[in-house]
């Protein structure tokens, strides 16, 4: 037996199953994904791993918009120094 909870507000699935009643072949199936395509083997991503990936994105982001804004400033562009100042 299995149940299935979906939260549209977060995007996010949780899938309750007792193990010894229902096979990790039976969950593949009734997900529609080909077994190739599970998550069979790998070891997940942890919430943690994923917004410090994140993280580091908005980091690099924030970064080149200050050289951006830094060099139209030094160059005289005001417009673009204020568009990257925005970015």
Known sequence: MFRVTGN???????????????????????????ATESRAGKV????????AQRMRVAKQGMLASLAAAVVFALAGRERQHVAAGIA
């Open 44 to 51: 997940p991503a942890t919430a943690t791993a994923i917004r």
């Open 8 to 34: 549209g507000r977060t995007g996010s699935l949780l899938v309750e199953y007792d193990p010894l009643a229902v096979t990790r072949d039976a969950l593949v199936e009734v997900s529609g994904l080909p």
